[in-house]
């Protein structure tokens, strides 16, 4: 384990037997290099608004998906073969390590290594589907790892960063990434303003995410039968919900369109294949309860058995 030199001032918290709820609590202390990518709006699983519900308390973290679980399994060895192949040690940081200045920027690094030309780098292993390669070729590496990276390097103060990544469970590259300084003060800024929300409890602008539906369900539950007049930019709201529609609705039918010829190339054939990709169109039975047949059979126990719920219906007219 490395905690020591330069790196210990940077150390919010040793991870030496630390469960896995207690390291959830302090992740939640700050922002970590895997938030930076739902800051910027690319990450496709979750919104800067569901990030900010985790932050606040108001939600619990989602569980790591099946992909995650076997980056972990795999590091110790993608971080053996990255030593095979270039004789360079990595080390093992088992602390959650924070920015000297600003403390909510909190990193995990996979490890640190001795380079003999820049020093102290930062190590970081990766595993990725076949279907991801072409994010990996050349200089390339996907967006949201470089903005991870980044981070960390701000947080340790590091140049370089040394990223391995195993794709397809068969196929071994590794890559170095430079500091970036300009990149980086755009992170701070864009950090510094999302913990700004965090600690004023305010949440930061609603998206169309579920997360931003969620919140208002939460902030506003019932409606009070009172009518407001709405200010001016109602209208542009509304002229977006129409148009969001009217795209929406010409999207369900390009998309059925194509449902409806792919079930023709089928036929009675439950699976097609081309290429990469699957397509599947089987018979499946399910079984339904009939409630309207149990109100009619049994009329005087079935009011016992219903429960109420309540929403709040949104329309436009």
């Known amino acids: 384990m490395l905690i020591g030199g330069e790196l210990l001032k940077n150390v919010l918290v040793s991870t030496v037997n630390m469960s896995n ?8 202390k700050g922002i970590g290099g895997s938030d930076v990518s739902i800051l910027c709006g690319i990450n496709k699983y979750k919104s800067a608004v569901e990030l900010w519900m985790e932050k606040t308390g108001q939600i619990e973290p989602k569980e790591a998906g099946e992909a995650a679980y076997w980056g972990t399994v795999m590091e110790p060895i993608i971080r053996k073969e990255f030593t095979s192949r270039t004789n360079l040690k990595v080390k093992i940081v088992k602390a959650i390590l924070k920015h000297p200045k600003h403390s909510f920027m909190l990193a995990n690094v996979d490890g640190i290594i001795k380079d003999p030309i820049c020093g102290e780098c930062i190590f970081e292993a ?41 794709i397809g469970g068969n196929q071994f590259k590794y890559k170095t990434i430079e500091r970036d300084d300009e990149l980086i003060e755009m992170i701070i800024t864009l ?34 039968n009172s009518k407001i007049l709405l200010p001016e930019e109602a209208k542009g709201l509304i002229d977006q919900y129409e148009i969001g529609k009217e795209k929406e609705k010409v999207a369900v039918e390009i ?59 949104f329309t436009i007219k």
Not at 21 to 28: E, I, P, Q, S
Not at 151 to 158: K, S
């Open 21 to 28: 709820v207690d390291w959830l609590k302090y992740r939640n």
């Open 126 to 166: 990766k595993t990725a589907s076949v279907f991801k390669q072409n994010d990996w070729e050349d200089d390339r590496i996907p967006e949201e790892y470089t903005l991870q990276i980044q981070h960390y390097m701000a947080v340790t103060g590091y140049n370089r960063t040394f990223i391995a990544v195993l």
């Open 191 to 224: 950090e510094a303003n999302f913990w700004g929300h965090v600690l004023s409890n305010t949440p930061p602008e609603l998206d169309g995410s579920q997360a931003s539906s969620e919140l208002l369900s939460r902030l506003y539950p019932e409606s009070n």
């Open 255 to 313: 998309k059925d369109e194509a449902v409806n010829k792919l079930k023709s190339l089928l036929g009675n054939n439950e699976c097609g294949v081309i290429e990469d990709r699957q397509i599947s169109w089987k018979s499946v039975t399910s079984e339904r309860f009939d409630s309207k047949k149990f109100q009619a059979e049994n009329a005087e126990v079935y009011k016992d058995y219903i429960s109420k719920s309540s929403c709040r219906r």
